[in-house]
């Protein structure tokens, strides 16, 4: 048996039933990062640590001691998530030696129920990017075609579980940052509610709109992480007082008599062809399991990517300001006064991507220009908030592409930021709502490239989207 084809309630079944050890566990995550370190999907790892972790854990399990809910398995986190004494570079020349003196939330809850971070993933520049090519260390590769991108930013992320390197991991999801890798390498992302999960610890791009969500080869591994990493947190004061339900409760009760909409704006000549008729597949798949579809109108939903460029621009110009080479990070050796030393060392540490939201968010926030962009901006926010509002008062989920095309090749949109851009324009939309989605395999094109299918689902009200998503997914096993 192949222990790394296994789920994490698979291979948590294999650990607590003492088939294999943790600490085997974790030799054979490494092995295969060593096998596949070609694709470049992780910063930095942390086998040593890692090892002496699963020991400990292996010892309490034989001596029946009570264990967590993860104990035991491997896990990778974005390499914007602070995790104490290791380093947090965001992919970036800035921090390329930022050793983080504490943990992030969402990483603190996944160690105290036991899970074990055996790196840190390769991701887009402070995670502004959609292939994760703006990366500081290099470009990380599709696993399934190493010629290709495997999304972005959270490419690693998704790369790593796509390439079975580990069990899961953690990524952001700002713009699509999740879903899309999720999509490119054929595995499950979520972006949950903005608020479900605490952003404390996390490097900001766009806060207002930034949340962090699990990576995994299953929707019920989906639904078991989001379990631990849901919740308030005192040290972040957007996380969501909301209560959490058992996200694994209703996996299996189907779709039998869910309405589903279909909005029309999403099935544009932008899809390609194959993407079009994967998800007409699956909208036919959800009608024989039972679901009811609609038609659903967004006739603002094609501003949102607009709305984003200049509403991320603008917080990541914002928050970006603090980098300045003085407190920590890159700081230039030659500069004639203190400005030129921002001005060096700022240079010096980010890259073109990163300079060029920062400027864009900087023109944008600039006198004579706010009312024009930054405030018309956030009206629009709104209008596109209530028409999601609107459209879940006649369904249960939404149902849309993620991407509209397969996984696109390396160098390909390097040189046009505009067709970069548009990468994500079927996952935008949800962050700028707030709302949760949840990409998931709907098939794959003609060279064997995985299709993403979007779910959409209400605020707070995840538990529909991993029923709905879960139906899907087991109706397509039950055909294999």
């Known amino acids: 048996m192949n222990y790394l084809d296994c789920s994490i309630k698979e291979i948590l079944e294999n650990l607590t039933s003492k088939k294999i050890t943790s600490e085997e566990l974790v030799k054979l995550c490494f092995d295969r990062i060593e096998s596949t370190d070609t694709l470049n999907a992780l910063n930095s790892t942390y086998k040593e640590q890692a090892l002496i972790q699963a020991k400990e854990i292996d010892k309490k399990r034989q001596s029946g001691e009570k264990m967590g809910a993860l104990a035991g398995v491997p896990l990778v986190l974005k390499d914007n998530i602070n995790l104490k004494n290791t380093k947090t570079t965001c992919s970036s020349k800035f921090l390329g030696n930022y050793v983080s003196p504490y943990t992030a939330t969402c990483a603190q809850k996944l160690v105290d129920a036991g899970a074990i971070v055996i790196a840190k993933a390769n991701m887009d520049e402070f995670a502004m990017g959609s292939s994760t090519e703006t990366s500081a260390f290099g470009v990380c590769k599709n696993p399934i075609d190493p010629t290709r991108v495997p999304g972005g930013s959270s490419g690693g992320s998704a790369c790593t579980v796509a390439a079975k390197q580990c069990f899961g991991s953690l990524g952001t999801d700002t713009g699509g940052s999740i879903r899309e890798p999720a ?6 992302g979520l972006k949950p509610t903005y608020g479900r999960v605490s952003r404390y610890g996390v490097v900001a791009f766009a806060s207002s709109l930034d949340q962090v969500g699990p990576i995994t080869r299953t929707v019920e591994d989906s639904a078991i992480l989001l379990n631990i990493l849901a919740g308030e947190d005192q040290n972040d004061m957007t996380a969501s007082k909301e209560s959490i339900p058992d996200y694994t409760a209703d996996l299996n009760k189907g779709v039998n008599g869910i309405k589903i909409g279909v909005p029309k704006q999403f099935f544009t000549n932008e899809l390609s062809v194959e993407v079009r008729d ?8 959800y009608k024989k399991l039972g679901a009811e579809c609609v038609e659903i109108d967004l006739p603002n939903v094609d501003k949102a990517l607009a709305v984003y460029y200049i509403v991320s621009s603008a917080e990541a110009a914002s928050n970006l300001a603090r980098f300045d080479g003085i407190k920590y990070g890159k700081r230039a050796n030659n500069y004639d006064d203190l400005v030129d030393l921002y001005y060096q060392s700022r240079t010096q540490g980010f890259g073109k991507e990163v300079k060029r939201r920062i400027m864009l968010g900087n023109y944008v926030l600039s006198s004579g220009y706010f009312d024009a962009f930054y405030r018309k901006a956030k009206r629009v926010q709104e209008i596109i908030k209530r028409e999601f509002l609107e459209a879940f008062e006649k369904c249960d989920v939404l149902v849309s592409p993620t991407t509209a095309t397969t996984a696109f090749k390396l160098g390909e949109k390097t040189k046009d930021p505009v067709s970069m851009y548009l990468s994500d324009i079927f996952t935008v939309p949800v962050n700028i ?10 098939g794959v094109d003609s060279q064997g490239m995985p299709i993403g299918m979007q779910l959409i689902g209400r ?12 139906a899907f997914e087991a109706s397509t096993k039950e055909a294999k």
Request: net charge negative.
């Open 183 to 188: 999509s490119f390498c054929g595995v499950v």
């Open 278 to 285: 994967a998800l007409l597949g699956a909208i036919e798949n």
């Open 433 to 442: 709502a707030g709302v949760p989605a949840i990409s998931i395999p709907c």
């Open 459 to 470: 605020h707070f009200d995840e538990k529909m989207l991993f029923r709905v998503a879960n």
